[in-house]
């Protein structure tokens, strides 16, 4: 594909619905990233993915969010019992890279704005 | 603690001038630091990295200084255009040359024609 693209781009969930983020990365990407960005912020790193492996899941600020990578392509970025605080921007990243302490360029989706009443 | 700053007011500027970015962190030792750019409803777009062990570098009207002493990376845009404005983030590892850069909030960039 032409870019990384996410689904939906915009999701509006009440409070304490489970919600699903998709993302489809550039097609032979090895590196998959989710990232929260709350407005007026950078984003901040949630997760990484090496093919199916998730090597670093530091980010995710409980366990109610879980994300997958089964297959080594499209990724999931599950949130469950959604609550306020978790409205933001998520985005979906990839890149080529296939070793993890490299400076491997970045691709960014355009992410799902999350919104939680 | 450890901090990456970033003007969160918006910088305005008259078409055909240099804008120039300021990105200030402390208590870190990065192995590199980058910028992107990012447009209203769209994710960030890498524009240039530099790296601990180089002063500055060039992408055609872009320039990048990283000052490790500072503690100071410059973003320039020469000879701006409206087409420019936008929000620039810096961003930087935290861990000895991680694949993770941490992001600063940004700056917004207007170019006034």
């Known amino acids: 594909g032409a870019g990384v693209s996410q689904s939906p781009r915009y999701k509006v969930a009440k409070r304490g619905q489970d919600v699903a983020l998709r993302c489809d990365p550039i097609?032979?990407?090895?590196?998959l990233f989710w990232y929260q960005q709350a407005l007026g912020q950078g984003p901040e790193f949630l997760t990484y993915f090496q093919n199916e492996a998730q090597l670093d899941k530091s980010g995710l600020p409980s366990d109610r969010f879980f994300a997958e990578r089964p297959e080594g392509s499209v990724s999931t970025l599950k949130i469950q019992r959604t609550q306020q605080e978790d409205s933001a921007v998520y985005l979906c990243?990839?890149?080529?890279?296939?070793?993890?302490?490299?400076?491997?360029?970045?691709?960014f989706g355009p992410g799902t704005r999350l919104t939680v009443l | 603690s450890q901090k990456i700053e970033q003007n969160s007011e918006a910088l305005n500027i008259q078409e055909g001038k240099t804008a120039t970015l300021t990105c200030n962190y402390t208590n870190y030792s990065p192995a590199y630091l980058q910028w992107y750019r990012q447009d209203p409803g769209r994710g960030p777009v890498f524009l240039l990295l530099i790296r601990e062990n180089e002063k500055e570098k060039r992408k055609e009207r872009l320039k990048v200084t990283f000052d490790t002493t500072l503690k100071q990376s410059l973003f320039h845009i020469t000879a701006s255009q409206p087409a420019d404005s936008a929000t620039y983030l810096c961003?930087?590892?935290?861990?000895?040359?991680?694949?993770?850069?941490?992001f600063g909030r940004g700056t917004s960039l207007i170019v006034h024609p």
């Open positions: 990243a990839s890149s080529l890279a296939s070793t993890g302490r490299t400076t491997d360029t970045q691709y």
């Open positions: 961003a930087l590892d935290t861990s000895g040359g991680s694949y993770i850069p941490t």
């Open positions: 097609s032979g990407h090895v590196s």
